[in-house]
């Protein structure tokens, strides 16, 4: 009996801290973000559809396919690639959701090394 009222409590205490996903609420629309690359803020803008992303970033204007793996992560790859870094496709997953923004981690296809940020909805 106290193994059940232990594991009821202690699911209770879990469930509570839960992370909040609302991906969908981002899958389209214009956005603002930030994300932290060796302690650097790198800072853009970019407009969302179901199939493109347009982004502008240090007066820099680049257009990435998207492809969404499940309702909360996707897969970029660069049109019209100018070097070899920007062929690497970028893995993004949505870490959480709030009613405007969304925390995220990404990293380039096949790689250990993860960067955060944040994203903000702007319409």
């Keep these: 009996m106290k193994k059940i009222l232990l594991f009821c409590t202690l699911s209770l205490i879990v ?21 932290v690359v060796n302690d650097v803020v790198y800072k853009s803008r970019f407009i969302r559809t179901e199939q493109l992303q347009i982004e502008t970033y240090d007066n820099h204007t680049d257009s990435s396919e998207i492809r969404w793996i499940n309702d909360c992560e996707v897969i970029f790859r660069t049109i019209n690639p100018k070097n070899m870094a920007e062929q690497k496709d970028i893995h993004l997953k ?27 909805k702007v319409e």
Excluded: M, P
């Excluded at 959701?97 to 994203?119: P, Q």
């Design 15 to 35: 469930s509570c801290y839960q992370t909040e996903r609302n991906c969908n609420d981002f899958r389209t629309g214009k956005f603002y973000s930030e994300s």
């Design 94 to 120: 949505i870490l959480q959701t709030t009613d405007s923004s969304y925390t995220f981690e990404y990293s380039y296809v096949g790689e250990v090394k993860k960067a955060k940020g944040t994203v903000y």
